[in-house]
């Protein structure tokens, strides 16, 4: 069973940056290098969106049109860990985050439904 913990959330001012980190682990048959990694996140009241993708090389990414430019997502194949950097964050990026994985062959933008591990998230707050 894959598993998957974040961390690096936390409480940042309007125009900080945060880094979050998802360790991996787990892998019996597989390896982390076969698994598309995603970042997705949900807010109070709000459904689950994509924030950012990335192809089990690293080499293809994706990011949801609210982070663009300001986000970016990549992966250490040989730690088992994705990341997620966060510069100039907005009020509007309060939400938890969870990280998640689907073993791929075909690299494409998925939704979170596509999914099939999840982490149990970290909270980050953006405050004014």
């Known amino acids: 069973q894959v598993q998957l913990v974040e961390s690096g959330g936390g409480s940042v001012q309007a125009g900080g940056s945060l880094r979050l980190s998802c360790t991996t682990s787990?892998?019996?048959?597989?390896?982390?290098?076969?698994?598309?990694m995603g970042w997705f996140r949900q807010a109070p009241g709000k459904e689950r969106e994509g924030v950012a993708q990335?192809?089990?090389?690293?080499?293809?990414?994706y990011y949801g049109d609210s982070v663009k430019g300001r986000f970016t997502i990549s992966r250490d194949n040989a730690k088992n860990t994705l990341y997620l950097q966060m510069n100039n964050l907005k009020l509007e990026d309060t939400a938890m985050y969870y990280c998640a994985a689907v073993r791929c062959t075909v690299v494409r933008d998925r939704s979170w439904a596509e999914y099939l591990y999840w982490g149990q998230g970290t909270q980050v707050t953006v405050s004014s």
């Open positions: 990335i192809s089990p090389n690293g080499g293809t990414t």
């Open positions: 787990g892998y019996r048959y597989t390896s982390y290098s076969s698994y598309c």
